[in-house]
C-alpha cells in the first residue's frame, strides 16, 4: 500500500459518513472497520498519499458535520512498511473464497487430467489389440498354407492376451507411482518452512518438480506471503499496488505464467 489513513469515531453512524465522504471524495479503498471497544470505531483506507490525504480530510469534515464530539482521532501514515499488512486489514481479501475454490479446482483439476491421461491410456491400448484382432482375421483369410496360419494366430493371439492382460495393469500402477510420488514429494516439502520460501526456492522447486507440483505448493501460501515472494520478481507482469491488491488467484496465474515464459 502507498499510504494509510485512519479515522477514530464514536459510534457507528460516524464511522460510516466518514467512510462514505471518504470513498467518494478521493480514489481511496476501504481496507477494514474495527470496533476498538468503548463504542470507538476506526475506519483504515488506502491508496496513494494524496488521495488517502484528501480522504481523510473530507472524512473529518463530515463528522464533525454530525457532531464534533463524534470525531475521535485521524491520521496518515504514507508508504508504511509491507509488514503493516499482516495486522491491518484481512488476512485475505474479499475475492479469497472463490480463490480458495478455484484452489481445489486446480488440484481435482490436476487429479482429473492424470485419471483422463488413463483413461486415455487405455483407450489407446484397447484400439491397439482390437486392430491387433482385426489383422489377424486378415491374415486368416489371406494365408494358404494351414501350418504357417496357425502359428501365426497363436503367436498374434498370445501377443494380444499378454496386451490385455499386463498394459492396463501397468497403467493403474503408473498412475498409483505418480500419485505416490507426489505424495512423497508433498511430505518432503511440508518438512519446509514454506513461509520462508524466496524466488531461489521456487526456481529449485521449479526444476527438481515443474511448474504443475510448484504451483500447487505455491497455492498452499497466505495471500501476504504470495505478494512478498511476487516483488523479488522482474518482469512479473505486475507490480507495486498492484500485487498489493492482488487476489491469490491472481499470483497463481502470474507465477504460472512468468515460468513458462521462462
Same mark, same amino acid.
Given at each position: ?19 462514505? *465522504? ?23 483506507? *488506502? ?17 464533525? @458535520? ?36 478455484? *484452489?481445489? =479446482? ?46 501365426? =494366430? ?33 511430505? @518432503?516439502?511440508? %518438512?519446509?518452512?514454506?513461509? =520462508? ?15 504443475? %507440483? ?7 501460501? %497466505? ?10 520478481? @522482474? ?12 487476489? %491469490?488467484?491472481?499470483?497463481? =496465474? ?9
Amino acid at each position: 500500500m502507498q499510504a494509510l489513513g485512519l479515522i477514530e469515531t464514536k459510534g457507528l453512524l460516524a464511522a460510516v459518513e466518514a467512510a462514505d *465522504t471518504m470513498v467518494k471524495s478521493a480514489d481511496v479503498s476501504i481496507i477494514e472497520k474495527t470496533y476498538v471497544g468503548g463504542g470507538l470505531v476506526t475506519i483504515s483506507v *488506502t491508496g496513494d498519499v494524496g488521495a488517502v490525504k484528501a480522504s481523510i480530510e473530507a472524512g473529518v469534515a463530515a463528522v464533525k @458535520k454530525l457532531d464534533e464530539g463524534f470525531l475521535v482521532s485521524e491520521h496518515v501514515i504514507p508508504r508504511p512498511h509491507e509488514e503493516l499488512e499482516s495486522i491491518i486489514g484481512p488476512n485475505t481479501p474479499p475475492e479469497d473464497p472463490s480463490s480458495n475454490d478455484n *484452489t481445489e =479446482n486446480v488440484e481435482d483439476a490436476d487429479d482429473t487430467e492424470a485419471v483422463e491421461k488413463a483413461e486415455d491410456t487405455e483407450k489407446v491400448e484397447n484400439t491397439k489389440a482390437v486392430d491387433s484382432v482385426e489383422d489377424t482375421e486378415s491374415v486368416e483369410v489371406t494365408k494358404d498354407i494351414v501350418d504357417v496360419k496357425n502359428v501365426e =494366430n497363436t503367436k498374434k493371439a498370445e501377443t494380444v492376451k499378454a496386451v490385455d492382460n499386463t498394459e492396463p495393469v501397468d497403467t493403474k500402477n503408473n498412475v498409483k507411482e505418480n500419485q505416490h510420488g507426489l505424495d512423497g514429494d508433498l511430505d @518432503k516439502l511440508h %518438512k519446509l518452512n514454506l513461509e =520462508n520460501l524466496n524466488k531461489e526456492d521456487v526456481d529449485n522447486l521449479i526444476r527438481q518438480n515443474g511448474i504443475e %507440483k510448484t504451483i500447487l505448493i505455491l497455492a498452499k501460501l %497466505k495471500v501476504v506471503k504470495l505478494r512478498n515472494l511476487a516483488r523479488e520478481y @522482474k518482469d512479473f507482469g505486475i507490480a507495486g499496488r498492484t500485487i498489493s491488491k492482488a487476489g %491469490k488467484n491472481l499470483l497463481i =496465474n502470474k507465477f504460472k505464467l512468468y515460468y513458462e515464459k521462462n
